[in-house]
Structure formats: C-alpha cells, structure tokens
C-alpha cells in the first residue's frame, strides 16, 4: 500500500496560515444546507468566469470544437450554465472531503453496483473509468460508500495541500496512488481492488493515438488504458456520474465492463472510451470541465494551436 502524507508541524509555520485560513472558512461553509451551498456556488462561478478570461476563452474554444452544429448563442448559453456548475464543483470538494457519511448518503443514488460484484467474485480486479466531471470530489465520495475504491491522482505542488488532498478524497475510500506510480496502480488491479482512472484529458503525444472526440478528428487519447488492462487482471468498467436536478444529489451509473477490450487495436479501443465520454457529456454537458485544454496536442507538432 502506499505510504500516505502525514501531518507535519512545519504546516503551522506563517507560510501555511493563509491557506489554513481559506480551509477553516470552507469547512464552516459546508455544515450550510445543499441547497444553500449550491445557489452560493452557482453565483461564484459566475463571478470567476467573469473574472478569469483566459478560462472562459478556452472553455468557450472548447465548446466551439466540440459542438460546430450548435448556434452561438447556444454555445454561450452552455457556457454559462458551465460557469455556475463550476463554482458548485468549489462547494463539491468540501462535500466530498468532509462532510460526515450520513448527509453523503441522503444525496447517494448508485444503479448497477452488480456490475462490480460480478468482477470482484470472478476474481478480477475493476479498472473504472470515470470522465473529468465538475462533481467528481462528491461522486468519488459516493461510489466509496458502497464500495471504498482506490484514486489514481496528482499529488499537489503544496505539501500541506497534498496532505489535505489526500486525505480528503480517501476519506469513504481506500488510499490514492500517485500517477507516476504505474507499477502500484497495477499491483491494486491484481488484488482485486476497484481503481479508478480518468482518460478523457490531453496527457501529451507519449502513449497516445489521435482520434475523434466530438468533432475534433484527430484528439490526442492515452493508451493508458490500455496498459493497466493489459497488464493487470482486470476488466474495464465505464461509468456515467451526474448531479441530479431539484438538489437530490448525484447519481452513478455503472455500466457493463467493455467485452472484448482490450481488441489488440489501440486506435479502435481508444475511439471506443472516447465514445463512451461523448455519451456521458451528452447526459449533461454543462457539468463538464470544458476549462481543460483537451486538443492542445495536434499530430503534427509544428501545428498552429487550437487555442490561438
């Protein structure tokens, strides 16, 4: 198992008293009701689109890319509605780190669970596949409920951020694994553990294929993975995660694992997980993280940006 971040005194030095500050205000803020927490969210998101430009410009590119057939004024209208899902996702980091199990379980709505046992009672390990949805802290949060998972993630520049980081979102659920720790990620496949695995970001041409997404024909896709089912005991399992309407909380869908995948074609096994994000935005794309440079890599390097 890996060794966690553990508190240090040296996060009581000035350097950390201004983030303190900002964490003891978000934990008084999130004993608010839901409904409260995501109004004050929606108006913040607003805010900071308002504020952060060069934000707003790329998800507005984004949805551009993504979606030609739309109008403008529609393009802007899911903008906005972005905007406001994204000042919750502020809101749904504290949901998902502290707040105690029982209010979690009041807005937990999980179908196809059955899935998973399945796996785990033939032996496999679950590669799940999640997309990067605004409300991930609080599904994350969800799906450990039922069934504590282990997170692949980023570890944090700050280490005191990192501290919290981690301990937050391994609060319901195992224990995270840092990115580069492929050898790690493998070994949790091999004992059965539920992983998951995010594959819907740009992580550069190294271990990808260029493929559709949306409307972007050639979109730089991870073969990661790929290699996790390759080389764990695994099946792949796609979910589809939402935040529900009228503040009744968030729903997770677990889908069948992928038959027959890995293929030993990798174009045709990333379009197909590409596939799959495109079905799950489709559910609800303003709770996407448009913010995201997806298509910054283009096949030919010396191309001009997208984002230009």
Known sequence: MVKSPQFSWRFLLPRYWLLWIGVGLMYLISWLPYRVLMTLGAALGKLLFKALKSRQKIARRNLELCFPQKSAAEREAL???????????????VIGWWWPDWRVRRLAHITGYEHIQQAVASGKGILLLAGHFLHLEAAGRVIGLTHPSIGFYRPNNNPLMDYLQYHGRSRSNKYMIGKRDVKG?????????????????????????????????DTATTTGTLLFANAANCVVIPIYTYRLPDYRGYQIDILPAFDHFPSGDDRADVTRVNQWVEQAVLKNPEQYMWLHRRFKTRPDAEAPSLYD
């Open 79 to 93: 903008l906005w509605r972005n905007a406001e899902e994204s000042g919750k996702a502020m809101f749904e980091t």
């Open 185 to 217: 990620l493998i070994q949790a496949l091999n004992q059965q553990e539920v992983c998951f695995y995010l594959p819907d970001q740009d992580y550069g041409r190294s271990r990808a294929e260029f493929v559709p997404f949306f409307a972007v024909a």
